[in-house]
C-alpha cells in the first residue's frame, strides 16, 4: 500500500539536567492517506504492522519488468478496468508490494494509475515470481486487445 502517513502526537522533554538534549514523543495516531481515502491507525496496529517482503526489491523488480518485459507490461492492460481507451500512450509498471502492481496509463492529456492485484498477498519475496506469472496468465485469458500503439 502507497500511502502519505502523518504521525500525531505529543513531543516530550526532560527537565532533570541528567536527561538534557533527550526528548521522547508520545505517540497520537497515525492518519493514512490513499487513492481510497484516509485509514485511522492505533498505535497497536502500527507496532504490529509486518514490513512489506518486497520493500528492498521492489525498484529492482519494477526496473526489470519494464527494460526485459516490456511487451508484457502491455499484456496486463488486459485486466485494467475499465478497459483503457485509445488515448493510452504508455504503461509503466510504478510500484509493487505484497497486494499487486500499479501501473502508470500515460495518456494525451496526464495519466492515472491502476492497481491490479496479486491473487493473494505475498508473505515473502521468493512467492513474487509466481503471483506474477498469474497476472500474466490471467492477461492472456482476456480477449480484449492491447490499447498501446505498435
Known sequence: MRARVTLTGRLLTPYSD?????????????????????AYVGLEELEAARPDPLAGYEAGMLTHLLDDHADLVTLLLRLVHPLPTGAVLRALPVAMDRY?????????RGH???????????????????????????????????????
Open 18 to 38: 541528567e536527561a538534557a538534549g533527550s526528548t521522547c514523543v508520545e505517540f497520537g495516531r497515525a492518519v493514512l492517506e490513499t487513492a481510497d481515502g484516509f
Open 112 to 150: 492515472r494509475d491502476v492497481r491490479l492485484p496479486f491473487p493473494s498477498p505475498l508473505d515473502d519475496v521468493g512467492q513474487s515470481g509466481t503471483q506474477i506469472q498469474a497476472l500474466f496468465s490471467a492477461a492472456r485469458r482476456r480477449s480484449h486487445r492491447n490499447t498501446l500503439p505498435a
Open 100 to 108: 499487486g502492481i500499479t501501473l502508470r496509463l500515460e495518456e494525451r
